[in-house]
């Protein structure tokens, strides 16, 4: 009875019908534990082997592992006795050898939640498979607490010294600082590098740009890959150059090769994630919709925490602040180094006037991410609304020192100087926003802080002049609104109320225009300009984005100042990044700092 239920097992097994290997192999092994007579070794332990990976097959992990784990301890025992018998069905299921086994038993472990339990399984192995090393660098970089970059490191480079073309392994490592110029060397000096991959040497060069903060570098990179070989409108590359875009701030273009992405399919969460907060940025409120459409699932047991993520973004541009906290940090807790959830719990917090917890989160991303601009900029704004601003400085100093090729940093680092009452640092932030505009002359948040200064120094006409040539190639409605208020100022009404329904015609619920015209209509009544445009344009610089900030900062606790962080961000032709709102002048931290951060940079780039 015995063998005929064994073989009938074995044929389900090789049929893969799981679950039907379950209840026979459970009975056989029962009958062969009551009946020492007829049991021996052999059958007893390829009767668990069936046993045990069919429950694994079915996802029943937690028996699975007990079961797996027994099956480990018996095949020492065979192995003692030198059973040849063990060989045999090893080579018939290479699946269940030892590496394979204990590789089953860490996957248990890892879906369990039983991460360190599922890294010593993995360590006990002496001669790991590329497999298993991968799952082992998984395991420690994502969940290993204590565990170094360089043991890290070590498993993705075992990875790469077997499969040279496994990309996974030379992004980690590139993300986890090993030097790009290494990593090729390790890629080229591999036996097993197939001939005629050229590419690779730009596609490593390209994530060395990317974690290295050049992200308009890393973009072209990847473009030129994209324009001149084979792999021409790839959703990986395309996902890649977009990612690049989004990085550097340019969300127009972001959202243009996201988009052609997501295309290609629609279930690409490396695409999705950041499209869904670019189409934030560029005020697209209808698409964020649709590109959450594709992904609906009907058990949220199948959520991952990009999805969690997803639903998390859409709520925060439907004002639905509690319920986007709550997603966040459910898609915090199925993935801790999941970035965008991290960058917009960070935003969460500072809207709703939570800067101490905010400034956490965003120091916690630093040491994800510490290649992503957003971060620097939510702790410089935090600094800032605390008053924090030798914090702030030094923020904006390591910005500037990393974001080397970047217009982003050196005019955040300008418009936090120019709102200090020291007059030394307010000069020295005219250099910050030269060089900003140096790397890209139509950045609009450095067009617009450089309008500012213009005026702050009674040069009026040369702010006029400035942005009219920006509107000209680059329209933008905050850019229109502050040259009409100017405009106003000088006492050119008709000019005025052209740029401000322009600005409308972008933009028809722009607040900023619609209290402007009102002025003007004020102003033309009484035959002067009023004195709310008068004001208005005098507060119109990079640091204030919204001509009625009072307001904005009254707003219940329960509902984020989205001005808080500049939301509004960017280097792109068609939106506008503004700094974070400044502490007053008459803040006398302003003019007390002991060792100015500033005037270290200020000297690196006047050398």
């Not at 036996?191 to 005629?196: V, Y």
């Not at 991410?369 to 620097?376: G, H, I, K």
């Not at 009254?554 to 100042?561: A, D, G, K, V």
Request: glycine share 4%; proline share 4%.
């Amino acid at each position: 009875m015995e063998n005929a239920l064994f073989s009938n097992i074995k044929k389900l097994y090789d049929h893969g019908l799981y679950e039907c290997v379950i209840p026979s192999a459970s009975l056989l092994c029962t009958l062969l534990q009551n009946d020492r007579n007829v049991a021996t070794l052999e059958m007893e332990y390829q009767a668990m082997l069936y046993l045990s990976n069919a429950n694994y097959k079915q996802h029943n992990y937690r028996t699975a592992c007990n079961q797996l784990e027994a099956v480990v301890l018996q095949r020492k025992s065979m192995l003692r006795f030198k059973s040849s018998y063990l060989t045999a069905i090893e080579s018939s299921y290479p699946q269940f050898q030892d590496a394979e086994l204990r590789y089953k038993i860490a996957i248990c472990y890892q879906e369990l939640g039983e991460y360190n339990m599922a890294m010593s399984t993995l360590q006990a192995v002496k001669t790991r498979t590329p497999r298993l090393n991968m799952l082992l660098a998984r395991l420690m970089h994502h969940h290993g607490r204590g565990v170094s970059k360089k043991e890290i490191a070590l498993a993705f480079k075992d990875v790469l010294r077997e499969c040279p073309m496994s990309l996974t392994s030379i992004e980690a490592l590139i993300e986890l600082g090993i030097d790009g110029s290494e990593v090729h060397s390790m890629v080229v000096n591999a036996a097993a590098l197939p001939k005629n991959i050229e590419w690779l040497s730009s596609w490593i060069k390209g994530h060395a740009q990317m974690y290295g903060c050049k992200h308009r570098e890393a973009a072209q990179t990847f473009q030129q890959l994209n324009d001149t070989t084979s792999f021409r409108q790839n959703e990986h590359l395309l996902t890649k150059i977009g990612q690049c875009m989004y990085y550097y701030g340019n969300f127009v273009r972001a959202e243009q090769y996201l988009a052609m992405a997501t295309m290609l399919n629609p279930h690409n969460l490396d695409a999705l994630c950041p499209l869904a907060v670019v189409y934030e940025f560029n005020k697209k409120k209808l698409e964020q919709g649709k590109l959450i459409a594709p992904l609906e699932i009907r058990t949220t047991g199948e959520f991952s925490s990009s999805h969690w993520f997803l639903h998390a973004q859409l709520s925060y541009m439907n004002s639905k602040y509690d319920r986007s906290l709550i997603f966040t940090e459910r898609a915090l807790a199925m993935d801790a180094r999941n970035i965008e959830a991290l960058l917009l719990r960070g935003r969460l917090f500072g809207g709703l006037g939570r800067h101490k917890d905010a400034i956490d989160v965003f120091r916690s991303a630093r040491c994800l991410a510490p290649y992503r601009f957003e971060v620097y900029k939510g702790l410089v704004a935090c600094f800032i609304r605390l008053k924090w601003l030798k914090e702030a400085q030094t923020m904006c100093a390591l910005a500037v020192r990393y974001f080397r090729t970047s217009p982003r940093s050196y005019t955040m680092f300008g418009g936090t100087l120019f709102h200090l009452a020291n007059p030394t640092a307010k000069k020295s932030a005219r250099k910050f926003v030269e060089k900003a505009l140096q790397i890209d002359e139509h950045y609009a948040p450095g067009i617009a802080l450089m309008a500012s200064i213009y005026q702050d120094e009674g040069d009026t006409q040369e702010a006029i002049v400035l942005l009219r040539k920006q509107v000209a190639s680059h329209p933008h409605p905050k850019l229109f609104a502050m040259l009409a208020e100017l405009l106003s100022v000088d006492k050119d009404l008709d000019a005025a109320l052209h740029y401000y329904t322009l600005a409308l015609r972008l933009d028809p619920t722009f607040q900023r225009a619609l209290d402007g015209i009102n002025s003007l209509t004020k102003a033309a009544r009484t035959g002067k300009p009023s004195d709310k445009a008068s004001e208005s344009a005098s507060s119109s610089s990079v640091a204030a984005g919204d001509a009625s900030n009072a307001a904005s900062m009254s707003r219940p606790c329960t509902t984020p100042n989205h001005e808080w962080l500049l939301d509004c961000d960017e280097a792109s032709t068609e939106a506008l990044e503004l700094s974070s709102p400044a502490g007053p002048p008459e803040d006398v931290e302003s003019d007390t700092f002991s060792e100015p951060f500033w005037q270290d940079v200020d000297g690196e780039l006047t050398n």
